[in-house]
């Protein structure tokens, strides 16, 4: 087999754009690719994209984007440095009154989307990736990965290539309402430090 290059993200980009290959598209407003440098060394890959990012047309710009970005600025690593995409990349929500309220993508649904973000990964080939919450996880690390007892560990996923896995930055925001909400600050925070010593830098 000849070995392809991947197309460019911008390419790529256009594509998703008319992308229908599940039913998520006829409600949202469009489709959220990722963003950022075409030759990051770090690739974050959240879930799917929320309310806010449904009507930007941007990954992670509303409450859990604002809550990364805090934690990035605050450990000094730059967010434009980064790569950020979803697994899931169209809005999936039910009408609660005028409330648009986030619904899970379903198996089909993540199944359907999936091959973006592998010619994302493909195109990109990070050094570092790092998954947010646990269906990224699974998707990067393999069915069996399970975050609870792996997080903030950086496992070889392909040669030189690494993923570490923490919760989703929506997880630490719902804990911030309740008493565990300093805690997971803190752990979410100390996982992704491990980003200023990854392996092979
Ligand atoms: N949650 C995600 O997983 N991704 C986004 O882009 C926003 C919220």
Redesign the pocket.
Known sequence: MPNRKPPALSTLRKSARACRDCDLWRRATQT?FGEGPEDANILFV?????D??DLAGR????P??HLLDAVLADIGVDRSDIY?T?VVKHFKFELRGKRRTHKRANAAEVAACLHWLDRELERIRPRWIVC??SL?AKVVLGSGFRLMQRRGEWIERDKGQWALATV???YVLRARIGARGEEEFARFRADLMHLRHPPGA
């Open positions: 959220v959240g879930e799917q994209a929320g806010k990012e990954p992670f710009v509303g859990a984007g950020v979803n947010l919450g990224a989703h930055p929506a």
